[in-house]
């Protein structure tokens, strides 16, 4: 295959017009041929800056070295001594503003295709059968981890390599967190990637048990007074949707994105086979500009609605990755920038018949940097709509904080913790992830677990 090192290979997908009707990933990775001539454009950096970029710190140029020499077993290996979900990094990760930022190669040309590389790697191991090594020794000492999203199975994965007997406690009846629940199966496919990556985390000795909500079911203290656990790692994420508190919020037809994306992902709503209601919309309007509102509102988009996102900025601060704005164009989403909800209209029935917006002006920065959105005076019109889908963001569900005696909050209420090791202000528990941060990225919850799973070591070592 010829290679021009300055252009990155380009990566198969799912024709537009075709998967805006399906569930199908859309995305198709590299084979062999192309994975190993995008690896020839590495550099092989003696200082890889791209290492700095990745929030878990993987050794880039060595996994990508075993894969120029097609040694698929050698490049897991080498992923695996710092990521415990390298399939779903390589999918999800926003790797354009992280690692490939970095990349030396991409001062002249394209970055190398870190990501798309990571996912090969992951695919290709999970086909052969390749897994993680467990630890040989055991340190015999017990740490339980609350949630099993991103954060939670990256502290146990890690915990479990050093020798730690670890119980992740998941609410939900399936383990994932907002890999299941929250990106959709378009993106990240929820048997073939997340079942089989809570399998290899289960394959180096973890237990899982789902179904069991801390703060009702049992408490933390209860988990280190009675249970015999030594430590606890929070990694209970940001389950809890805001809104925007407009006239006609709580009628029929609208939803967080929370709520919608939960319906048609863990609980498949968007498979004919599964019984579970959904408000499909003949026209819907997601309100924000997140990856979560693209997520929501491509999943529309296949339920067979027409679809626009209601954003009061312009496309320059857009949140969503460029990439997730890029699909969702291609698949015919409309966006109506600079634009804000002041109330949503209802009929008798209780059910959505509109929405009444303004259009917006960008004005100076505010405390963000962004430049201010402010209404434009008498320039109202109505979308005509039958569903609004509300992604606003998340903020972490009060129940852990509040059943736990000496475990600080700020006024977010996020856990208070120590960033370089997890630690809060309750001895031996420590927390991570979107219940530390709110709602922001897989790949930064893994960096928490990782820098938490250190501090725990450290804590039972002493």
């Given amino acids: 295959m010829e290679v021009d090192v300055m252009k990155r290979i380009p990566v ?37 800056r791209c290492v700095q970029g990745c929030p878990v710190n993987i050794d880039i140029p060595g996994f990508i070295k075993e894969v120029g020499e097609d040694n698929v077993a050698g490049a897991y290996k080498v992923i695996s001594k710092y990521s415990a979900l390298p399939a779903v990094c390589g999918r999800v990760c926003p790797q354009e503003s992280q690692c490939e930022s970095m990349c030396v190669r991409g001062i002249k040309g394209d970055a190398v295709s870190i990501g798309k590389l990571e996912r090969y790697v992951a695919d290709t191991a999970r086909e052969q059968g390749i897994k993680p090594e467990p630890a040989t020794e055991k340190k015999g000492k017990k740490v339980a981890v609350i949630g099993s999203g991103p954060a939670g199975l990256t502290c146990a994965g890690d915990l ?40 290899n985390v289960k394959a180096l000795g973890v237990k899982i048990e789902t179904n069991v909500v801390i703060g009702k079911a049992t408490t933390i203290d209860e988990l ?26 709580n009628a029929n037809g609208v939803f967080s994105a929370n709520e919608y994306l939960t319906r048609s992902n863990l609980m498949k709503a968007f498979d004919d086979k599964y019984d579970t209601p959904i408000i499909a919309g003949k026209k819907v309007a997601v309100v924000g500009g997140g990856n979560v509102a693209m ?95 509300m992604s606003l963001g998340t903020s972490p569900n009060p129940l852990i904080s509040s059943t736990t005696k000496g475990l600080e909050i700020n006024k977010r209420k996020c856990i208070i913790a120590e960033e370089e090791n997890g630690q809060t202000t309750k001895e031996g528990v420590y927390a991570g992830g979107d219940a530390v941060t709110g709602a922001a990225t897989v790949i930064l919850a893994m960096g928490a677990g990782k820098a938490a799973a250190k501090g725990i070591d450290e804590f039972l070592s002493k």
Wanted: aromatic share 6%.
């Fill in 12 to 48: 198969r997908e799912q024709d537009p017009k075709v998967r805006a009707t399906n569930f199908d990933e859309v995305c198709l990775g590299y084979n062999k041929e192309e994975a190993m001539a995008e690896a020839t454009r590495c550099l092989q950096c003696k200082n890889p």
């Fill in 295 to 389: 997520d929501a509102a491509r999943t529309a988009l296949r339920l067979g609605a027409e679809v626009h996102i209601v954003y009061r900025r312009s496309e320059e601060e857009l949140p969503a990755r460029v990439e997730e704005v890029h699909h969702a164009k291609e698949e015919g989403i409309v966006f109506d920038l600079l634009t804000n909800p002041t109330e949503i209209l209802v009929d008798e029935n209780g059910s959505v018949k509109g929405m009444t917006c303004i259009r917006m002006e960008l004005g100076e920065p505010d405390e963000s940097g962004r430049r201010r959105p402010v209404e434009i005076a008498g320039s109202e019109f109505t979308l005509d709509v039958d569903t609004v889908i």
């Fill in 160 to 199: 479990a390599k050093l020798g730690y007997d670890v119980t992740i406690f998941e609410a939900l009846h399936k383990a994932g967190g907002v890999l299941s629940y929250g990106i959709p199966e378009f993106r990240l496919p929820k048997d073939r990637v997340v079942a089989a990556e809570v399998e």
């Fill in 224 to 249: 280190l007074n009675d249970e015999g656990f030594d430590a606890v790692f929070v990694g209970s994420g940001a389950g809890l949707p805001r809104f925007m508190g407009i006239p006609g919020e």
